[in-house]
T-cell receptor, first 111, second 114 residues
Framework: DSGVTQTPKHLITATGQRVTLRCSPR?????VYWYQQSLDQGLQFLIQYYNGEERAKGNILERFSAQQFPDLHSELNLSSLELGDSALYFCASSVGGRDMFFGPGTRLTVL | DQQVKQNSPSLSVQEGRISILNCDYTNSMFDYFLWYKKYPAEGPTFLISISSIKDKNEDGRFTVFLNKSAKHLSLHIVPSQPGDSAVYFCAASDSGGSNYKLTFGKGTLLTVNP
């Protein structure tokens, strides 16, 4: 158990819909990272938050957004969903150092 | 452009023997490297890391070697156990500010046979 929690574990929705994925980092970790793992792309960095502020963006679509709240939990919002958005979405946290710990992931299926 | 490459999609090893997983990178700005193990339907589990100022780091059965001039790192698992069977990901980061985002390889499936 990494100490990073993610909900829900599974999510099935239809194209065009909007979903919210939630992540609670390890206690004391200020940085939250979101990654997407699809079948053919491997693990891709989406976005990072540090203590409530967006710190870096990766290959994140404009239809996707995220935020980190004062209690340090983070939410990833995915809208206008397409079939190709089906993937595993992982949240990771770190205290500010280099070793990153991942949550169990949310499996999103878009039908 | 794949900056972190794991050229072997799979590796099969006998229990008790050494497993060697390899990783190459192209970005000379990478200065920190990590290995993760991943089981199906679970998140990646951190195994071991190494800074570019070192050439070796050891933690129990796991040792990571870094060859900066060759832009190559390897993970050695000795002795290998059936429970080590999983996908192993190599990841790298650079010290760009406090953004330590990881760039991952595509993984190597390790199978340890009893």
């Amino acid at each position: 158990d990494s100490g990073v929690t993610q909900t829900p574990k599974h999510l099935i929705t239809a194209t065009g819909q909007r979903v919210t994925l939630r992540c609670s980092p390890r206690s004391g970790d200020l940085s939250v990272y979101w990654y997407q793992q699809s079948l053919d792309q491997g693990l891709q960095f989406l976005i990072q938050y540090y203590n409530g502020e967006e710190r870096a963006k990766g290959n994140i679509l404009e239809r996707f957004s995220a935020q980190q709240f004062p209690d340090l939990h983070s939410e990833l919002n995915l809208s206008s969903l397409e079939l190709g958005d089906s993937a595993l979405y992982f949240c990771a946290s770190s205290v500010g150092g280099r070793d990153m710990f991942f949550g169990p992931g949310t499996r999103l299926t878009v039908l | 452009d794949q900056q972190v490459k794991q050229n072997s999609p799979s590796l099969s090893v006998q229990e008790g023997r050494i497993s060697i997983l390899n990783c190459d990178y192209t970005n000379s700005m990478f200065d920190y490297f990590l290995w993760y193990k991943k089981y199906p339907a679970e998140g990646p589990t951190f195994l071991i890391s190494i800074s570019s100022i070192k050439d070796k780091n050891e933690d129990g059965r796991f040792t990571v070697f870094l060859n900066k001039s060759a832009k190559h790192l390897s993970l050695h698992i000795v002795p290998s156990q059936p429970g080590d069977s999983a996908v192993y990901f190599c990841a790298a980061s650079d010290s760009g500010g406090s953004n330590y985002k990881l760039t991952f390889g595509k993984g190597t499936l390790l199978t340890v046979n009893p």
